[in-house]
């Protein structure tokens, strides 16, 4: 497919759970991002890769998150002992470098809902 | 920290009808701003972007101006259909090298037949 896409995409975990979710950027596209978009919120920024060097980290609620991007495509958000506050959408976004490439394409997200 | 803030929270207008969503950021120094709709339960396309540099941008029935000293946008809807019923949602990158988006809450936009 030409677009981002996410799976799966609807997780339900019991708190204290691992979870993973996964993204596929647009073929080719360097940058990555990671949003958290709770219920009736804007989605808030979570992390950055370009290529697989995660230059910005700073919106990770906590050292619960993690992400990665090993070989500069496919990258997985973990999030370790689910809790409760960790339940929302899941944004993964791409975008390519150069002048035009700022723009960024949003997959359909992963609903995470922690019982 | 920049601060993006979208109003009206909701709104609803008959179909045909032109309107106005407003968007406002605090800090002046983006980079970008885009303009994207969310449907129900889906991810987030985009509708349009507008370089620091421009002053609007138009795509068919949208256009959307940008006030970079005042910090300030809108997205200009003309005819309004009820295929337009979605939650539309405001962005802004900074400068540096990252480009992430801060957005606003979102305008719930409903068109009514």
């Known amino acids: 497919g030409a677009g981002v896409s996410q799976s799966p995409r609807y997780k339900v975990a019991k708190r204290g759970q691992d979870v993973a979710l996964r993204c596929d950027p647009i073929?080719?596209?360097?940058?990555l991002f990671w949003y958290q978009q709770a219920l009736g919120q804007g989605p808030e920024f979570l992390t950055y890769f370009q290529n697989e060097a995660q230059l910005d980290k700073s919106g990770l609620p906590s050292d619960r998150f993690f992400a990665e991007r090993p070989e500069g495509s496919v990258s997985t958000l973990k999030i370790q002992r689910t809790q409760q506050e960790d339940s929302a959408v899941y944004l993964c976004?791409?975008?390519?470098?150069?002048?035009?490439?700022?723009?960024?394409?949003f997959g359909p997200g992963t609903r995470l809902t922690v019982l | 920290k920049q601060e993006v803030t979208q109003i009206p929270a909701a709104l609803s207008v008959p179909e045909g009808e032109n309107l106005v969503l407003n968007c406002s950021f605090t800090d002046s120094a983006i980079y970008n701003l885009q303009w994207f709709r969310q449907d129900p339960g889906k991810g987030l396309t985009s509708l349009l972007l507008?370089?620091?540099?421009?002053r609007e941008q138009t795509s068919g029935r949208l256009n959307a101006s940008l006030d970079k000293s005042s910090g300030r946008s809108t997205l200009y809807i003309a005819a309004s259909q009820p295929g337009d019923s979605a939650t539309y949602l405001c962005?802004?990158?900074?400068?540096?090298?990252?480009?992430?988006?801060?957005f606003g809450k979102g305008t719930l936009l409903t068109v009514n037949p």
């Open positions: 073929s080719g596209h360097v940058s």
């Open positions: 962005a802004v990158s900074g400068g540096g090298s990252n480009y992430k988006l801060t």
């Open positions: 976004a791409s975008s390519a470098t150069g002048t035009s490439g700022i723009e960024q394409f």
């Open positions: 507008i370089q620091s540099s421009q």
